[in-house]
């Protein structure tokens, strides 16, 4: 019978962060985290998705866990199981409510059925767990008919998404007909931008929570930029000499080396160097238009500079809420092969590890580092951490101006597409920022500096802190 599994989380100090975020901010975080570990009294806040690899929320679960332990707020994060048909229904769900049909398949009766079924499965290891007064934030589409079994139970019950779009359309409303009956007993909502509430959630129960990187994990902790040919030497992108040790540190202090290489789709040997590097990492997913990306930049970058693309996604045996990644990295695979040879050159598809997660995070980190530019040419994007991400790295993002993605790329930081379908305008504003060295320095400065004010995860946990306080007031 499917069951939740616990996620063993080591505790963070927050005093980590103190050179980053400073005095002000790091002593502000623990006013609060003692007041929050006094209104909670010995109750537990709980986090429940439905994977612990792969993707944003596993990423930062990780972390905001971690620190809100290592404050000594006793807050633990479980993962739901469930079977191929309910992944490929909850998935369906997610397309639908980025406003998108997805696979195209039904969400009718049986599949409503299906979930609450697996969410049933799924009940009593949670149940046997929670106590009266304790907090449970389920997150995203996967674990909303969890929130059913906790009514009557005396916890607090929190639903997370994570997605959303500004503009609804009748596939969101479908998928949100299907989740509507499973969270009417929950008692607030967080989503990440206002547009992204639907109009039933009464407006008092509801928090606005961008999401955060955590600047010293592996996917985000400095490296030493010469060791960044020795990285990439070592993923399998070049064959350069590979002289320097790729180490990095783990959460717990220790260190780890990249020692695995990637799978990588590429025309020819790894060239010495990949110069002018372009570089899009996210999930093999539809909504991201890995093969946007490859086209645009074939005909409006290749021939015109020197420069390379790599298109870096995790294993798709790696992730195991997304049944559909195997099939849009064999679709990429496919439109790679119909590029004219030229182009096929310039072109990568990186295909990483996830054997160990914070590996896979390290090779992340090294080759967002090595770029010159990073983009985001998602058709819809609920938040989209890659692009914080490339921008803690300071490096410039060329991005669709969907979603979440607008809050981050401000003026001065990078470039937004106003239509993400427009190829010859992702391709031509990637090629004319290649050509200015200048800017591209200008503008990652700037990134950096946004990310540094917004979206660590002090003001993350601060905001969190405050939906706590609304849930369980003095």
């Known amino acids: 019978m499917p069951q939740l599994h616990e996620v063993d989380v080591p505790p963070l100090s927050v005093e980590r962060l103190r050179p980053l975020i400073g005095d002000t901010r790091t002593d502000r975080l623990e006013r609060v985290a003692g007041d929050t570990r006094r209104r909670l009294d010995g109750s537990t806040v709980w986090n429940v998705n439905s994977t612990a690899t792969g993707g944003g929320v596993a990423?930062?679960?990780?972390?905001?866990?971690?620190?809100?332990?290592?404050?000594?707020?006793?807050?633990?994060?479980?993962?739901?199981?469930?079977?191929?048909?309910?992944?490929?229904?909850?998935?369906?769900?997610?397309?639908?409510?980025?406003?998108?049909?997805?696979?195209?398949?039904?969400?009718?009766?049986?599949?409503?059925?299906?979930?609450?079924?697996?969410?049933?499965?799924?009940?009593?290891?949670?149940?046997?767990?929670?106590?009266?007064?304790?907090?449970?934030?389920?997150?995203?589409?996967?674990?909303?008919?969890?929130?059913?079994?906790?009514?009557?139970?005396?916890?607090?019950?929190?639903?997370?998404?994570?997605?959303?779009?500004?503009?609804?359309?009748?596939?969101?409303?479908?998928?949100?007909?299907?989740?509507?009956?499973?969270?009417?007993?929950?008692?607030?909502?967080v989503f990440t931008r206002s547009s992204y509430v639907p109009p039933w959630v009464p407006p008092e129960r509801v928090s606005i929570i961008p999401p955060s990187i955590d600047p010293l994990s592996a996917k985000n902790q400095s490296l030493d930029p010469a060791s960044l040919p020795s990285f990439l030497d070592r993923i399998g992108l070049t064959s350069g000499p590979g002289d320097r040790a790729t180490t990095f540190r783990r959460q717990d202090g220790s260190f780890g080396e990249v020692v695995r290489r990637a799978a990588v789709v590429a025309e020819g040997d790894p060239p010495a160097s990949l110069d002018n590097l372009v570089v899009q990492?996210?999930?093999?997913?539809?909504?991201?238009?890995?093969?946007?990306?490859?086209?645009g930049f074939a005909d409006h970058v290749v021939g015109g500079i020197d420069a390379h693309l790599a298109?870096?996604?995790?294993?798709?045996?790696?992730?195991?809420?997304?049944?559909?990644?195997?099939?849009?990295?064999?679709?990429?695979?496919?439109?790679?092969?119909?590029?004219?040879?030229?182009?096929?050159?310039?072109?990568r598809l990186v295909s990483l590890p996830m054997d160990d997660v914070e590996e896979n995070a390290a090779m992340v980190n090294a080759i967002q580092r090595a770029a010159t530019v990073v983009v985001q040419k998602s058709l819809v994007e609920g938040f989209g951490l890659t692009v914080a991400e490339g921008m803690w790295k300071g490096r410039p993002v060329v991005a669709s101006g969907v979603g979440g993605i607008v809050d981050q790329v401000r003026p001065g930081t990078g470039v937004l597409l106003d239509d993400p379908g427009d190829l010859d305008a992702f391709g031509k504003a990637v090629a004319d920022l290649l050509r200015d060295p200048e800017e591209i320095a200008r503008l990652g400065a700037n990134a950096h500096r946004l990310v540094r004010e917004e979206y660590l995860g002090d003001k993350h946990l601060l905001r969190f802190a405050e939906l706590l306080a609304r849930l369980r007031p003095v």
């Open 281 to 295: 990492v996210s999930r093999w997913d539809r909504l991201k238009d890995m093969a946007g990306v490859m086209t």
């Open 311 to 347: 298109l870096v996604g995790p294993s798709t045996e790696g992730v195991a809420d997304d049944p559909e990644g195997a099939g849009v990295y064999a679709a990429c695979v496919e439109a790679w092969r119909r590029l004219p040879v030229g182009a096929r050159r310039r072109i």
């Open 59 to 189: 990423e930062m679960l990780e972390v905001l866990v971690g620190y809100a332990r290592g404050m000594g707020i006793d807050c633990r994060w479980l993962v739901l199981e469930g079977d191929a048909e309910f992944f490929a229904v909850t998935k369906r769900i997610h397309n639908r409510l980025h406003g998108m049909v997805g696979d195209g398949g039904d969400l009718g009766r049986p599949e409503a059925d299906h979930v609450a079924a697996v969410s049933a499965a799924n009940a009593p290891s949670l149940l046997e767990r929670v106590r009266p007064g304790d907090v449970v934030v389920l997150h995203d589409p996967q674990t909303a008919g969890l929130a059913p079994w906790l009514a009557g139970s005396g916890v607090h019950v929190v639903w997370r998404s994570h997605i959303g779009v500004d503009h609804p359309n009748r596939w969101t409303e479908q998928a949100l007909h299907l989740l509507r009956p499973a969270l009417g007993s929950c008692d607030a909502f």
